[in-house]
């Protein structure tokens, strides 16, 4: 009888193939920081062998759950069919982490039924779209006798960004005069723009910092280096003896002036 009844058991969990399948992920792709609909089914519980059915989707990055959402559903087998009516159907809306990587990031459900002694895992995608921006930054220009920086930055993310702010923090590599911050205004796809600041930098690499709003209304820092190499600049700095061209000028201005009024009294000398 023993043999006879754990026989039977073993068929009925055999009979219980539960398949779990993502019929939609809706928006596709999803977008950090905002929500995103998933719509499971569980094929085969449509077979009363498996009894009790339990199916989570697990509260794990890079989806949240809101407080008081539905995780877990328990469903008794063999009320559910095979055409997708209402009561087939598994649904969840949940949001997407704000740091979440643009493209597929795994999901998982679990599942169990009656007389099974172990929950399942299977692993799903969740996809997201090209929503965070990357950019390029570089030392467009630098004048030693004004001290004026620019900075060149291109978006070359596949979204637009808006209100990108530009920093430069404290390094020991540049010496700002005034402000470190300097707003660079909105940026689709694949466009640039430029930054200007007061400072004295020196050979090396320069930290920048690039906060931004992204099309999720999501605001967003990247940080970012620049390599500043003087040689390329050199025709800009006074030279080293003598005077400057400035310097030469106003010297050629005051003597110009002192020759004009040296003839003009010697004139009036001569003509006594």
């Given at each position: 009888?023993?043999c006879?009844l754990?026989?039977?058991?073993?068929?009925?969990?055999?009979?219980?193939?539960?398949?779990?399948?993502?019929?939609?992920?809706?928006?596709?792709?999803?977008?950090?920081g905002?929500?995103?609909?998933?719509?499971?089914q569980?094929?085969?519980?449509?077979n009363?062998d498996?009894?009790?059915?339990?199916f989570?989707l697990?509260?794990?990055y890079?989806?949240i759950?809101?407080?008081n959402?539905?995780?877990?559903?328990?469903?008794?087998?063999?009320?559910?069919?095979?055409?997708f009516?209402?009561?087939s159907?598994l649904?969840?809306?949940?949001?997407?982490?704000?740091d979440?990587?643009?493209?597929?990031?795994?999901?998982?459900?679990?599942?169990?039924?009656?007389?099974s002694?172990?929950?399942?895992?299977k692993?799903?995608?969740?996809?997201?779209?090209?929503?965070q921006a990357?950019?390029?930054?570089?030392?467009?220009?630098?004048?030693?006798?004004?001290?004026?920086l620019?900075?060149?930055i291109?978006?070359?993310?596949?979204?637009?960004?808006?209100?990108?702010?530009?920093?430069?923090?404290?390094?020991?590599?540049?010496?700002?005069?005034?402000?470190?911050?300097?707003?660079?205004?909105?940026?689709?796809?694949?466009e640039y723009?430029s930054?200007?600041f007061?400072?004295?930098?020196?050979?090396?690499?320069?930290?920048?910092?690039?906060s931004?709003?992204?099309?999720?209304?999501?605001?967003?820092?990247?940080?970012k280096?620049?390599?500043?190499?003087?040689?390329?600049?050199?025709?800009?700095?006074?030279?080293?003896g003598?005077?400057?061209?400035?310097?030469?000028?106003?010297?050629?201005?005051?003597?110009?002036?002192g020759?004009?009024?040296?003839?003009?009294?010697?004139?009036?000398?001569?003509?006594?």
């Open positions: 009888m023993f006879v754990f026989f039977l058991a073993a068929v009925s969990a055999e009979a219980c193939n539960l398949v779990p399948v993502l019929l939609n992920q809706d928006p596709y792709p999803a977008t950090q905002e929500y995103v609909k998933f719509a499971f569980l094929q085969g519980i449509e009363s498996c009894g009790k059915v339990s989570e697990l509260s794990k890079p989806i759950f809101d407080p959402a539905t995780t877990k559903y328990e469903i008794d087998a063999g009320t559910f069919k095979r055409d009516n209402p009561y159907i649904t969840y809306k949940v949001r997407v982490d704000n979440a990587v643009d493209g597929d990031n795994p999901i998982e459900v679990q599942y169990s039924y009656s007389g002694q172990a929950k399942i895992l692993q799903f995608n969740l996809n997201l779209g090209d929503s990357n950019f390029e930054l570089f030392v467009k220009d630098y004048n030693y006798a004004t001290q004026a620019s900075l060149e291109l978006n070359y993310g596949k979204s637009q960004v808006q209100a990108i702010l530009v920093e430069v923090p404290k390094q020991e590599n540049i010496i700002l005069t005034g402000a470190n911050k300097n707003l660079a205004g909105d940026l689709d796809a694949n723009t930054v200007d007061t400072a004295s930098p020196s050979d090396g690499p320069i930290q920048i910092l690039i931004y709003t992204d099309v999720a209304g999501i605001r967003r820092s990247i940080a280096q620049v390599v500043f190499d003087s040689s390329y600049f050199v025709n800009t700095k006074p030279s080293s003598g005077f400057s061209w400035t310097t030469t000028l106003i010297i050629i201005i005051v003597l110009a002036i020759y004009y009024f040296y003839r003009r009294n010697k004139k009036k000398k001569s003509t006594r």
